[in-house]
């Protein structure tokens, strides 16, 4: 999964729908800063992610 993982975050990079990818040092967390029309597209988009069904998800909108 995790070449899965690499591949799908290249491609949200290359959209312009990832801006930042951080990890933790122990690479247990993440969080990333998504671009989108709305909640909905994020939602989707994190979805779109295979590791998705592992994860606790939880999105907070930022002010520009």
Known sequence: LIPAEQARIG???????LEILYLAGDRAQGWL???G?????I????ASLPLHP???ATATLLQE
């Open 43 to 46: 939602t989707e988009a994190l």
């Open 54 to 56: 592992y994860m606790t």
């Open 33 to 35: 800063v998504l671009q």
């Open 11 to 17: 491609e949200l990079r290359a959209a312009g729908t």
């Open 37 to 41: 029309e709305n909640e909905a597209a």
